[in-house]
């Protein structure tokens, strides 16, 4: 009864919730420009739009540009029901699952870039490389933070890695863990595309990363693009806040609001940093991904000393 | 352990000789030698005795020699073959002194572990150290690689599927065969293996990353698998020198999985890019493109065998993976301080792999099979015939299976894992009591499906909605060339920019461009630095000393005469 | 007999000298026989018992050595028409007399250190042996002539006989005359050889023929 | 000729049936080595004669009948050696098989062939003349004991305590360069290339198959003797520098050899080191090396006579003519790359076998540094002799060789065939009678006091 009860809040949570945040973000971001900007259900209002709509394929493509989005999309779902949400654990729970984690979004990378490439354009090519090659650095420092707690939980299930046992290291292994969360922030950006790594909505392609990518796609299938960018965000999101607020006070009706609070807070800050930053030059990214890993293995190395 | 190596040799040859219809213009030698090789192989595996162990060994070594120069008649091929020739010779010799010192520790030349009282300090050392030189050629660790990549390059593509399906692996056999033997592993070999491990891999696919020939790139990817398998490997032998079962048998299991699917989705790699080379006539990554339009079976094929090596699920390539990872964690939950400075570079290693690779394959998979054509000979590719895609069927066919079904060959590597550390055989847990092997399976089918219900829902809506056809949105510029494509070089540049520091890039491009360029280009290439800074200089320096010696014998008779005055003083005042 | 024995071996030294100084080939070819011709009475000192096969060696030995051999070189001397007159190839002729001598001198002292036998203790013969057998292989060595070659060859023959007349009885008669015949045969295939080479060359220097090498 | 030959060996054959033979009062004697020795160079002489009967009908028009004479005498002096145990008539022998080859050493009666039959001529007996002297000296060893002085091997061994050890080690000394020289032992084998390049095929295979392996029997006999004195270690020691030397000289030799003859000869060169090396390391080498003796003439003979067949079809010898031999003559070209990995003693061939089994005794009685430096030099020789026989095998064969000319017969390539299904056989499977008589020979050189 209980874990059907949380099985179905987590489920509804992680696919409703997702394209809120982008709308949070982009709120945070016009106030802090002093616009009013869209509404923060904006993006809902655009999925529906797009699934509305027809679409238009380049002729050099192959089925390869239409599975892209598929997989993309399927394999951040999957993805989200693995992560435990408030404490509980997931509905897709085992020994070793975030090895799972890390690399189906791996494949959905795959396949995004491989769609990119279909298109035979120069600048999705050039998007589909950069995409790559950061995803190179992001990895080694997912699975540094990964390590750190492992080592902490003596667990390799999600569950209990992220579970409320956590909460108790943060008094003695505070320092590591303030590391990872850091290191892990700076992923989460990575991987979502934001700045300042790219700027998801500049109006210049050399510039950009991940939606340099998608410029071919059109309508439904841009569609479960962006749906499944936001679902990933919702993935990386919910480890930060797991990671940062373990604490759970035992009655559901008390977790799940704290965590989608913490998911809130999450989405302003990016709105924060987003808009106190400005992007990286292309060539500085390699090293701020770098200094992630630094930050997880520092982690680890103060863990084992 | 013999008894699994065969029937996972068994397998590989069924699909090795239906592969031999697939070039019809190499004559008979060519399949002699294949048989040939296949033979070697059989005896060398159910050898229990070193003179056999040799024999089947070096029979196979040289009918892949012949297999590799199968087109002589071109200059490159021969030069290949020989570096392969000098290095598996040098491998021999190196196991000619194994198994002496073996013969001299335990007395017989029957293969069979050793027992630790006649055992002399320092034998056991040197048991490993030449197994590892002798067997670690063979099996192309990294810095003893040099004869790997060139000599996939040139033969003929089921051979290459073949020597780094197979051949290699019997390095890893040797390998796991005699560390078997030895008593009490000390902890270092095993983290010696482990950075052998780690550097085979890391190394082996940012060379990869670095390749334009198609079957060198494939070739270089061999390194960093086996980097990975030897990785299990030394893990298991840490978790034998700590009695540690559960990190023998994930480290040990992750390992001879690997050997198999790396054996699987390698085959079903050279078997595509052959096909390709078969329809395109040439190897250039960059002058391919387009082929999923005019040979999709292939491009398919390549496909999974991409998605596998990248050890991506839900293929076989992700499970043994999987183990690995899941034995590296292992020894940092619970484990003492030494093995975790293993685990601790281990981990993100495996990880940086993975991405590589992956980088690796959406770049090779990208430049040859989508866009649009960049040559001539791409555009009038064709689909190759059902003799050539059968095998490649069946390959995809077992990527799958394993893939989705792990738990079925639990039991074999069981087998094969106690068969190596004898304690296993009675107590210590399964295989499949530390893998959770079922929830992969299930998460396996769960992606499937999920995939297919995506597409059928995305099918679904553009039935719904207009669908139009038209040239890809060029940010502006309209009618876009082939030539305007992202190539591979262009693809790898960061990736290679950032491993500058080993792979020594040779870049060519013009350098001040003036403000409207006339016409620029950017293109790169990766030379194999063990081979070309290290190896070759030192044969050079060689065979300059000794034609300096030669001065010796000039043809004077009365010097001759001296000469053997000369010996007979010096051998009258030897005592 | 030993009074006569050592004087005897004073001539045969003295005749390696003669060997290496001597410019002409004929001269060489002389000492040459007349130090065979010497090693050949030799052998009656040496033996008390005078036995028919001693005799029977003995004529054997000054037949070969002191005749036939010259003899035949001599002949194939003429048919090669070499002109005479030879150079020592290395150093001059003061030089290689120089280490004749000195070899000799070492002979002498090494054969004292060596644990000989009683009854040979005070002999000659044995430094005598060692000092020709080093003279043959200075003039194998130091000179460029072919035949001058064959003639050190020669040389080092007779020193080595005369180590071996210690002790006839080791080597029975049928082997004796084996290793004669061997000697003579081969002399006589060099000689052909010598032949072939002057034919070739218009001379019969060694230096044409350093064209195997490497 | 091959009649003869023929006739020989089934002479031979009896002979090995029976027991040891005593003949002229112990002069002559069929022990174990001699049994050796004696059967597989008739065997040797016979795949060789064979071959020669249609070599000399290549269209040489040189005199065939000294060829002849001289190839059979040469064949009974070589018998002569093997069988006597007396030391001097050993030593006559081998003398005369010097002087025997000479003339087929000069066949072609080129310049070259010329100067290299002289320095064959003098350097050998030159050496042989050490031999002798060092004879001389074992025999003085025995006089020296008050014993009565003798040369028969038999009586030496069985009063080697007593004799006196200077002389004899002086004597083992003198011996082994002498001998040591009609070996090929470095730094003596100067003029083993120049012979072995330049006399005909078949000539250059009796010598570097049958010869050396004889001049190698007579170090044998002295070495016993040495043994049986008590001073095996010291000739053991010389022995193993020598043979590595030698080892190191033919590598160094091999290496961008232009000269496929002459790679051949200096091949040769390191497996007389490698014969000696084995006796050198003793226990259980010296049976490998008494095997390898075998392996190396049966390899060296298909090597040789292919390489003539190269030869004649290319009319040149050097690396720079010849390319492609493989699809020039199919067969002659695939046994010559067969007989370059069988020589460089890669499995399943016999000499891999018998330097197997050397390097397990070296490294299995802790001579640690003599076995790698063992191993290191084979690496070398397999890069140095393969970097000229591959080339010379594989490619396309020059234009110049196109012309139809020197086909695979069956006479050029059954012997070779035959030979090197010999030495396969070797390498596969030892027959047991045979394996008993080379334990018995080994047994024979061992330490018997």
């Known amino acids: ?305 | 352990m013999p008894v699994f190596l065969i029937s996972l040799l068994g397998n590989i040859y069924g699909l090795g000789y239906w592969k031999q219809t697939e070039h019809p213009q190499n004559g008979r030698k060519l399949r002699l030698f294949y048989g040939t090789m296949t033979a070697g192989m059989a005896l060398l595996v159910i050898a229990q005795n070193s003179i056999l162990f040799l024999f089947g060994w070096e029979i196979m070594a040289l009918s892949a020699f012949f297999l590799v120069t199968t087109e002589d008649n071109e200059k490159e091929v021969r030069e290949t073959g020989w570096i392969y020739l000098v290095a598996t010779h040098v491998a021999t010799l190196c196991l000619f002194a194994l198994f002496a010192v073996l013969h001299a520790a335990n007395g017989s030349f029957t293969l069979g572990p050793l027992n630790p009282e006649t055992l002399r300090p320092g034998a056991a050392t040197a048991i490993f150290v030449l197994a590892l030189v002798g067997f670690g050629i063979k099996a192309g660790i990294m810095p003893l690689h040099i004869w790997l990549p060139s000599a996939h390059a040139m033969a003929p593509s089921h051979v290459s599927a073949m020597m780094s399906g197979v051949l290699i692996k019997m390095g890893i056999y040797g390998l796991v065969r005699i560390t078997s033997f030895l008593p009490h592993p000390p902890r270092e070999w095993g983290i010696l293996l482990l950075g052998l491990g780690v550097a085979s891999g890391v190394l082996g696919v940012a060379f990869a990353i670095g390749q334009h020939d198609l079957k060198r790139l494939l070739a270089y990817h061999s390194i960093e698998n086996i980097g990975i398998i030897v990785m299990g490997l030394g893990l298991a032998l840490i978790g034998r020198s700590l009695d540690r079962a559960d990190w023998i048998i994930l480290g040990l299991g992750g390992a001879l999985l690997h050997v198999w699917n790396h054996a699987l989705f390698k085959a079903l790699l050279f078997l595509s890019a052959g096909s390709v080379i078969h329809a395109a006539h040439t190897r250039e990554i960059d002058r391919l493109g387009g082929l999923a339009k005019v040979m999709p079976r292939t491009s398919l094929c390549f496909l999974v065998g991409a998605v596998a090596i990248c050890g991506l699920p839900p293929l076989n390539g992700f499970v043994s993976e999987f183990l690995i990872y899941l034995g590296l964690f292992g020894t940092l939950v619970n484990g003492e301080g030494t093995s975790f400075a293993g685990a601790s570079f281990a981990v993100p290693a495996l990880a940086l792999i993975g991405a590589l690779a992956l980088a690796c394959f959406v770049k090779v998979y990208g430049a040859v099979f989508l866009g649009t054509a960049r040559s001539e000979h791409a555009r009038h590719a064709h689909e190759s015939p059902p003799s050539m895609l059968g095998p490649m069927g069946v390959l995809v066919a077992c990527c799958f299976l394993i893939g989705l079904a792990p738990l079925l060959i639990a039991p074999i590597l069981q087998e094969g894992m106690s068969a190596w550390a004898p304690n296993l055989k009675d107590a210590g847990p399964r295989l499949a009591m530390l893998a959770p092997l079922e929830w992969i399976t299930s998460m396996g089918l769960l992606l499937n499906l999920a995939v297919l219900l995506g597409g059928v829902v995305l099918w679904m809506r553009l039935g719904r909605g207009v669908v139009e056809e038209g040239v890809t949105w060029g940010c502006g510029y309209v009618a876009p060339t082939p030539r305007m494509q992202y190539t591979s070089s262009s693809f790898a540049q960061m990736l290679v920019g950032m491993f500058g520091w080993v792979l020594r890039p040779r870049t060519h491009h013009p350098k001040d461009l003036p403000l409207f360029p006339p016409e620029t280009y950017f293109h790169s290439e990766v030379p194999d630095v063990v081979l070309d800074v290290v190896v070759l200089p030192t044969f050079r320096f060689g065979a300059w000393l000794f034609s300096w010696c030669r001065v010796f014998q000039h043809g004077n008779i009365q010097t001759y005469l001296l000469y053997i005055f000369l010996a007979l003083i010096a051998l009258l005042l030897w005592r | 007999m030993v009074p006569l024995l050592d004087p005897l071996l004073i001539v045969a030294l003295t005749l390696n000298f003669v060997a290496l100084g001597v410019s002409r080939i004929r001269g060489v070819i002389n000492a040459v026989a007349l130090q065979g011709v010497l090693l050949g009475i030799l052998a009656l000192f040496v033996h008390p018992a005078i036995g028919t096969r001693v005799i029977l060696l003995v004529a054997v030995t000054v037949g070969l050595k002191g005749f036939v051999i010259p003899r035949y070189l001599v002949h194939a001397l003429r048919e090669a028409n070499i002109q005479e007159e030879v150079k020592p190839g290395v150093g001059s002729f003061m030089g290689s007399l120089l280490l004749g001598a000195v070899g000799t001198g070492l002979a002498m002292v090494f054969s004292d250190t060596l644990p000989l036998a009683e009854q040979h203790k005070h002999l000659l013969l044995v430094p005598a042996s060692l000092a020709t057998v080093w003279t043959g292989f200075l003039m194998l060595t130091t000179r460029k002539r072919a035949i001058m070659q064959v003639l050190g060859y020669l040389l080092l023959e007779n020193g080595i006989f005369m180590f071996g007349l210690l002790l006839l009885e080791a080597t029975p008669f049928l082997v004796e005359v084996g290793i004669l015949l061997d000697l003579f045969t081969g002399v006589f295939v060099m000689a052909i050889i010598i032949h072939h080479i002057s034919r070739e060359f218009a001379s019969t220097s060694t230096e044409h023929l350093t064209e195997l090498k490497g | 000729m091959p009649v003869a030959s023929l006739g020989h060996s089934i002479l031979v054959v009896f002979a090995l049936q029976g027991p040891p033979v005593r003949a002229l009062g112990g002069w002559l004697v069929l022990d174990p080595l001699g049994k050796i020795f004696l059967g597989f160079v008739s065997v040797l002489f016979f795949i060789c004669s064979i071959y020669t009967a249609r070599y000399l009908n290549l269209g040489h028009e040189r005199p065939n009948r000294i060829f002849c004479v001289c190839f059979l005498l040469s064949l009974s002096m070589m018998t002569l050696v093997i069988l006597s145990h007396h030391l001097g008539l050993m030593w006559v022998g081998m003398e005369a098989t010097t002087l025997a080859m000479a003339p087929n050493i000069y066949f072609y009666h080129t310049p070259r062939s010329l100067e290299a039959t002289w320095k064959y001529l003098l350097i050998c007996s030159v050496g042989i003349a050490m031999a002798l002297f060092g004879l001389f000296f074992l025999a003085y060893a025995t006089l020296h004991t008050s014993l009565e002085p003798t040369l028969l091997l038999d009586d030496l061994v069985q009063h080697a305590p007593e004799l006196s050890h200077p002389w004899l080690r002086a004597a083992f000394v003198l011996v082994l360069v002498g001998f040591g020289t009609k070996m090929g032992l470095a730094p003596m084998h100067t003029w083993l290339p120049d012979a072995h390049g330049e006399a005909p095929a078949p000539v250059s295979a009796m010598l570097s198959g049958a010869l050396l392996p004889c001049a190698f029997l007579a170090i044998l006999r002295v070495f016993h003797i040495c043994n049986a004195a008590g001073e095996g270690a010291f000739s053991r020691e010389i022995m193993v520098v020598l043979g590595l030397f030698s080892m190191a000289i033919g590598a160094i030799f091999m290496t961008g050899q232009r000269d496929l003859k002459r790679l051949l000869a200096y091949s040769s060169v390191e497996h007389m080191g490698i014969l000696v090396f084995g006796i050198g390391i003793g226990g259980l080498a010296v049976f490998g090396a008494l095997l390898h003796v075998l392996n190396n003439g049966l390899t060296k003979v298909a090597l040789f006579l292919s390489a003539g067949n190269i030869q004649s079809a290319y009319g040149s010898r050097s690396t720079e003519d010849v390319s492609g031999a493989i699809r020039r003559l199919p067969i002659t070209g695939t046994l010559f790359l067969a007989g370059f990995f069988a020589i460089t003693g890669s499995p399943p061939f016999g000499p891999f076998l018998s330097e197997f089994t050397i390097v397990n005794a070296a490294l299995g009685s802790d001579q640690f540094l003599a076995g790698a430096l063992f191993l290191l030099l084979l690496a070398i020789v397999f890069i140095g002799m393969g970097s000229t026989i591959i080339p010379v095998v594989q490619g396309d064969p020059p234009e110049a060789a196109a012309q139809p000319g020197f086909r695979d017969g069956f006479l050029t390539s059954a012997p070779i065939l035959v030979s090197l299904a010999l030495v396969l056989l070797l390498g596969v499977y030892i027959p047991p009678p045979l394996e008993s008589l080379l334990r018995e020979a080994a047994a024979l050189l061992e330490v018997k006091r």
């Open chain 1, 1 to 305: 009864m209980e874990t059907i009860f949380h099985d179905a809040v987590h489920v509804l949570l992680a696919l409703g919730l997702p394209p809120l945040l982008l709308g949070l973000i982009a709120k945070t971001k016009a106030l802090f420009a002093g616009r009013v900007g869209p509404p923060v259900l904006q993006p809902y209002y655009d999925l529906i739009k797009l699934f509305q709509k027809g679409s238009v394929f380049s002729t050099t493509t192959t089925w390869v540009f239409r599975a892209g989005p598929v997989v993309g999309l399927v394999t951040a779902v999957i993805a989200v029901l693995m992560i435990p949400l408030a404490g509980a654990t997931a509905p897709l729970s085992f020994t070793g699952d975030f090895v799972l984690l890390a690399y189906l979004l791996g494949l959905g990378r795959f396949f995004t870039a491989s769609a990119a490439l279909d298109t035979g354009s120069p600048f999705e090519g050039m998007g589909a490389a950069r995409e790559v090659t950061f995803a190179c650095l992001a990895e080694p420092a997912f699975f540094l933070g990964m390590l750190v707690l492992a080592k902490l939980s003596g667990s390799l299930q999600l569950a209990d890695m992220l579970g409320s046992s956590l909460a108790s290291h943060w008094t003695a292994d505070g320092e590591s863990l303030v590391l990872v969360l850091l290191s892990w922030f700076i992923i989460l950006l990575a991987e979502n595309s934001r700045i300042p790594f790219d700027d998801p909505n500049t109006h210049l392609e050399l510039t950009m990363i991940h939606e340099v990518m998608v410029l071919d796609h059109g309508g439904p299938a841009f569609g479960m693009i962006l749906y499944g960018a936001a679902l990933k965000l919702f993935v990386f999101g919910a480890l930060v806040v797991r990671l940062a607020f373990p604490r759970t006070g035992g009655s559901p009706w008390l977790d799940w609001p704290i965590f989608v609070g913490g998911m809130l807070v999450v989405a302003v800050a990016i709105g924060v940093v987003e808009s106190i930053m400005a992007r990286l030059r292309m060539t500085h990214v390699p090293v701020l991904l770098v200094a992630a890993c630094l930050l997880s293995g520092f982690g680890i190395i103060l863990l084992v000393r």
